[in-house]
């Protein structure tokens, strides 16, 4: 059974760094293309950046310069450095994995607010 966990989010002030992380288990981040997500109030689930099974990237134009995708294998573990962080960067941060279908992570809050 795959497991995809987030953890890290939480309340940050504008400029601010956070990191979050997307435990999976079940299955080899390493055989996936994964990404995380985001969903804001009243607004659609919009993709924020990917990483391939090959370790290539694509950041949303709105996250660029200031968020990074990384990996460790090893881990089974995916992560979200932002930096630089924006009220408008406030939402739920989802991990996404595929393996034959996807699976979604059940969502870590970020809120960035003075």
């Known amino acids: 059974q795959v497991q995809l966990v987030e953890s890290g989010g939480g309340l940050v002030q504008p400029g601010g760094s956070l990191r979050l992380s997307c435990a999976a288990s079940?299955?080899?981040?390493?055989?996936?293309?994964m990404g995380w997500y985001r969903q804001a109030p009243g607004k659609q689930r919009e993709l924020v950046a990917a990483i391939s099974s090959g370790g290539s990237t694509n950041y949303a134009d709105s996250v660029k310069d200031r968020f990074t995708i990384s990996k460790d294998n090893a881990k089974n573990t995916m992560y979200l450095q932002m930096n630089s962080l924006k009220p408008e960067d406030t939402a739920v941060y989802y991990c996404?994995?595929?393996?034959?279908?996807?699976?979604w992570g059940q969502g870590t809050q970020v809120t960035v607010s003075s």
């Open positions: 079940g299955r080899p981040i390493s055989f996936s293309n």
């Open positions: 996404r994995g595929y393996w034959l279908r996807d699976y």
